[in-house]
């Protein structure tokens, strides 16, 4: 059988117009780590950014199946936003916490050795070298702490 797309960008989308169909504000929360995740590392904390993407805070979102890209103002100054799918943790509106939080997909695993072709700016949190037992290797990896601020 053939391995399924993975159904991250899918649900996104479908959030994303659900709230706003329901005059909500969507916030996505990105991990800041992903490789060729492009946004200002000066209001990253906890290796996490919250993102407000409505149509009237943003220029130019597109939600394709590979990433989020938009360009929006940070302290007055535009910049240009690259959000992998693999960054993406969840979607929610400020008014009211509907949403989501993403599974891990297995597409989204990321290794060490990807590198990012495109030019952009690739932060990755540092990993500390540990023995793993037999049972913490055969568990999946996990994200970190996910921390919604309203």
Not at 118 to 131: F, Q
Request: proline share 6%.
């Amino acid at each position: 059988m053939k391995a399924l797309t993975p159904n991250r960008p899918y649900l996104l989308r479908a959030y994303y117009d659900w709230l706003m169909d329901n005059q909500l504000t969507p916030h996505v929360v990105v991990d800041a780590y992903v490789p060729g995740t492009q946004v200002p590392q000066q209001y990253v904390k906890d290796g996490q950014i919250v993102l407000n993407i409505t149509e009237s805070a943003v220029g130019g979102l597109q939600i394709t199946n590979e990433f989020i890209e938009f360009s929006a103002r940070f302290g007055g100054v535009p910049q240009q936003v690259l959000l992998p799918m693999a960054s993406i943790v969840a979607i929610y509106a400020r008014e009211n916490g509907a949403g989501t939080v993403f599974e891990l997909e297995e597409a989204y695993q990321l290794e060490d050795d990807i590198q990012d072709e495109s030019g952009l700016s690739v932060v990755k949190e540092p990993v500390a070298e540990t023995a793993a037992t037999e049972s913490e290797a055969k568990e999946p990896k996990r994200r970190g702490h996910l921390t919604l601020v309203k």
